[in-house]
């Protein structure tokens, strides 16, 4: 299984290059394409990484706003509800608002899409990750 996880670490980045902190909108970038979490323990392992490097930002500067891409991530049925549990209480821990992308409507809802987006323009929001200026969110 670790050699598995190392080559996928070399063809997809490991989690700390997944995650893109946006200082001037005090928002973080998630990009989850090519990951599968297979086993609980999976699950467990992001969860508290999501935790190591998001908590130092949240206990510097506050809650972020979070965007995550999900198309490309697979997550092995029967997982959902652990999953659901797990990043419901990251949410609430680290988060002010959540916005998922994903290429189903099943897997959005899986993934609990519904959150809280008072202040953000989503339009503007995808301009900015949007850095080629592509039509596609981009992760730097």
Do not use: C
């Amino acid at each position: 299984k670790a050699e598995k996880m190392d080559t996928t670490a070399e063809l997809f980045g490991t989690l700390d290059e997944r995650v893109i902190y946006h200082p001037e909108h005090h928002t973080v970038f998630l990009n989850m394409f090519g990951v599968t979490l297979n086993e609980p323990e999976d699950v467990e392992w992001y969860a508290n990484g999501l935790r190591r490097i998001i908590k130092p930002i949240v206990d510097k500067h506050g809650k972020v706003n979070m965007v995550a891409n999900y198309d490309g991530f697979d997550l092995r049925k029967g997982l959902e509800p652990l999953f659901g549990e797990k990043i419901s209480a990251v949410q609430e821990e680290l988060y002010k608002s959540a916005r998922r992308y994903g290429g189903h409507a099943f897997k959005r809802a899986a993934l609990k899409t519904s959150v809280d987006m008072k202040s953000w323009d989503s339009n503007d929001l995808f301009e900015t990750f949007d850095a080629n200026k592509d039509g596609v969110l981009s992760t730097h």
